[in-house]
């Protein structure tokens, strides 16, 4: 079984451009999940979908980040206009909820994202 | 503020020995714990996740959760130099599908 895939693995950008980041969840997965991991800060929770409806975006940093889910096979986030802090390496993650206690969470192999 | 702490290390660990991981958290309303193991440039990986107070075995892996301290813990027994990595441990506070609070690792060295 394919895993979580993500698009671009790195992505090197200039700032104040756009950047958009793309994830395929496992089939059949009803969780997303987007990360970011810096050395500062760590592994941060952005924001979260269930079902392609978007459940809490509390970790979102700021308005020029945006993630959408338009189907239940890819999500975007992106990124208007990117700065150099937005330097990092952005994960996706999903997960098929059975009830009870939470269920793993199975991550992509990641973007690094470096904004000049 | 949900907050996850673990020590950054480098924890240094002969071959062979029995390395200790551990985590505390904030939230007493927290209920699911994992252990993410990383490697350098990879993405995490689930090496383990308890629910109750207790021990949870799995092959050369422990996880240890004592929620009245709000406490985890890792035990690797046997350590290889393959377990090298950093280890994330992770809580869900609502029990459900929430996202997860991550620490920010505690970096392993197994020494040959």
């Known amino acids: 079984d394919a895993g979580v895939i993500q698009s671009p693995r790195h992505e090197v950008t200039e700032m104040g451009q756009e950047v958009t980041l793309r994830c395929k969840p496992i089939s059949g997965h009803d969780y997303l999940f987007w990360y970011r991991q810096t050395m500062m800060r760590g592994l941060e929770l952005l924001i979260y979908f269930n079902n392609n409806v978007p459940i809490d975006d509390s970790g979102m940093p700021e308005d020029r980040f945006s993630a959408k889910m338009p189907n239940a096979s890819f999500s975007t986030l992106k990124i208007q206009p990117s700065e150099p802090r937005d330097s990092a390496v952005y994960f996706c993650a999903s997960s098929l909820y059975r009830g009870g206690a939470a269920d793993t969470q199975y991550f992509g192999p990641g973007t690094r994202l470096t904004v000049l | 503020q949900k907050e996850v702490e673990q020590n950054s290390g480098p924890l240094s660990v002969p071959e062979g020995a029995i390395a200790s991981l551990n985590c505390t958290y904030s939230d007493r309303v927290s209920q699911s714990f994992f252990w993410y193991r990383q490697y350098s440039g990879k993405s995490p990986e689930l090496i383990m996740s308890?629910?109750?107070?207790g021990d949870k075995e799995d092959g050369r892996f422990t996880a240890q959760l004592n929620k009245a301290s709000q406490y985890v813990s890792l035990l690797i027994r046997d350590s290889q130099p393959s377990d090298s990595a950093t280890y994330l441990c992770a809580v869900n506070i609502g029990g459900g599908a929430d996202g997860l609070t991550f620490g920010k690792g505690t970096h392993l060295i197994i020494q040959p």
């Open positions: 308890i629910y109750s107070n």
